[in-house]
Nanobody
Framework: QVQLVESGGGLVQAGGSLGLSCAVSGNIFRFSVMTWYRQAPGKQRELVATIAPGGNTNYTVPVKGRFTVSRDNAKNMVYLQMNSLKPEDTAVYYC??????????WGQGTQVTVSS
């Protein structure tokens, strides 16, 4: 059974930092593309950052240079380090797994609120 559990959200002032974690159960993590998404109130869910099994990363333009995605295949963990946070980064952040054979899973989401 593949399950994802995010943690690390919270309230931070603009310019501050937060780190998110996503723990993945099951044995397909190291074969899976992991992606962080976010959804702000009244907006569509958007891709934030992706990391491939081998470590290649991609970021949406608004977060480039501020956010860093990483993974630990030995621990079945993916991380999102968010620096220089802005009020527009406020959203629920979701962890997503795309694994072999079309397996896709979502975490429950974690709230990030950046105050101005």
């Amino acid at each position: 059974q593949v399950q994802l559990v995010e943690s690390g959200g919270g309230l931070v002032q603009a310019g501050g930092s937060l780190g998110l974690s996503c723990a993945v159960s099951g044995n397909i993590f190291r074969f899976s593309v992991m992606t962080w998404y976010r959804q702000a109130p009244g907006k569509q869910r958007e891709l934030v950052a992706t990391i491939a099994p081998g470590g290649n990363t991609n970021y949406t333009v608004p977060v480039k240079g501020r956010f860093t995605v990483s993974r630990d295949n030995a621990k079945n963990m993916v991380y999102l380090q968010m620096n220089s946070l802005k009020p527009e980064d406020t959203a629920v952040y979701y962890c997503n797994l795309r694994g072999p054979l079309g397996i896709t899973r979502w975490g429950q989401g974690t709230q990030v609120t950046v105050s101005s």
